[in-house]
């Protein structure tokens, strides 16, 4: 043993270590650690929790590293506090930074945070459960990141979806790339009706897919309140994968997840709308990876139906030119 360094909790963190041989890491004990190559302090900055993921170093200096208080903090190389951006929940994940700064993050509402170098929010993914997995980022910018909800995610630079991978249950283990890409994480798996639960480590390669194109509606554009009408959806996918739908009527309602049908084939799905006004209906369609279109629009006008007054148009109907000025208003109703 050359040296060994007492904290006041438990150390979960891993250690991350600059150019000039200081080392990093969190403890329970809230402090971030700064430790001179001998095992000395250099430094040490306390936050509002206990700090389980290990820290990350920019190319700066600049220390990232996120708190069970609900924050990231960058930490100068000085011990100095740089910024601070709330992460909506307790986060352990390491934070991955890319080739122009920019960090990311997960938290354990299952939110994945880009933030930009001067720790302003670029945007935030929303998976289906706690994100316990650091990210990972290729050589052409994909964000990977794995999510309790058993899907390992793929998201561009931008924040929108690129694909997303069933592993069918948790994953909490992070992500690492092969020199050919393959994506290497485990995730556990719960078999149906069972009492045992298995880990596996996948290998997932990377296919050439396109994703498909944006549904077309055609359907009635007005109409009346409570009746129902019919919508064909279609979409094609160059690469021949069967398609699924996704319908939001736009009063709050929407038809999840439908199909996988055959691209090209027309699909035909109904609405009934309770109140007047105007919506617009957004089709998405999906391919058998996941890859998701952009959202197809129509606007549709639902007014009130029209009053009915059957005395007055069977008294205009038996005396058609003894009324002019009701005959012109029942015609312009």
């Excluded at 007014?303 to 030119?321: I, M, V």
Aim: proline letters at 6%; charged letters at 15%.
């Amino acid at each position: 043993m050359k040296w060994r360094y007492f904290t006041g909790g438990p150390i979960l963190s891993s250690a991350a270590i600059d150019d000039n041989g200081i080392i990093y890491f969190g403890s329970h004990d809230m402090y971030l650690y700064a430790l001179y190559p001998n095992g000395t302090l250099a430094w040490r900055y306390k936050t509002s929790d206990k700090i389980k993921g290990p820290p990350s170093i920019g190319a700066d200096g600049t220390i990232y590293v996120c708190s069970w208080d609900h924050y990231l903090y960058a930490v100068a190389p000085d011990g100095t506090l740089k910024w601070k951006v709330s992460t909506g929940d307790a986060a352990e994940t390491s934070p991955a930074i890319a080739e122009d700064g920019t960090i990311y993050v997960g938290s354990y509402n299952g939110l994945l945070f880009s933030i930009t170098p001067d720790g302003s929010e670029n945007w935030r993914f929303q998976t289906g459960n706690g994100i316990y997995s650091s990210p990972t980022i290729d050589k052409y910018g994909i964000i990977y990141c794995g999510s309790d909800d058993g899907y390992l995610y793929a998201l561009n630079p931008n924040g929108t979806l690129r694909w997303k991978f069933d592993a069918g249950d948790n994953m909490e283990s992070s992500p690492v790339i092969g020199e050919d890409g393959t994506i290497y994480i485990a995730a556990q798996f719960e078999p149906s009706g069972g009492n045992s639960s298995y880990t596996f480590l996948y290998a997932i390669g990377l296919i050439n897919n396109t994703r498909p194109s944006t549904p077309t509606i055609d359907g009635t554009t007005s109409g009346n309140i409570k009746q129902n009408y019919d919508y064909t959806i279609v979409s094609n996918d160059p690469d021949g994968n069967n398609v699924s739908y996704y319908v939001n009527w736009g009063d709050g309602i929407n038809s999840g997840w439908i199909g996988p049908y055959p691209s090209d084939d027309e699909q035909t799905v109904s609405h009934i709308w309770s109140k007047k006004g105007t919506y617009t209906i957004q089709v998405k369609a999906k391919d058998n990876y996941s890859a998701e279109s952009e959202w197809g629009t129509l606007s549709v006008t639902m007014p009130y139906k029209q009053p009915h007054f059957p005395f007055l148009n069977w008294l205009l109907d038996r005396f058609p030119n003894a009324f002019p000025i009701l005959r012109y208003i029942t015609l312009f109703q």
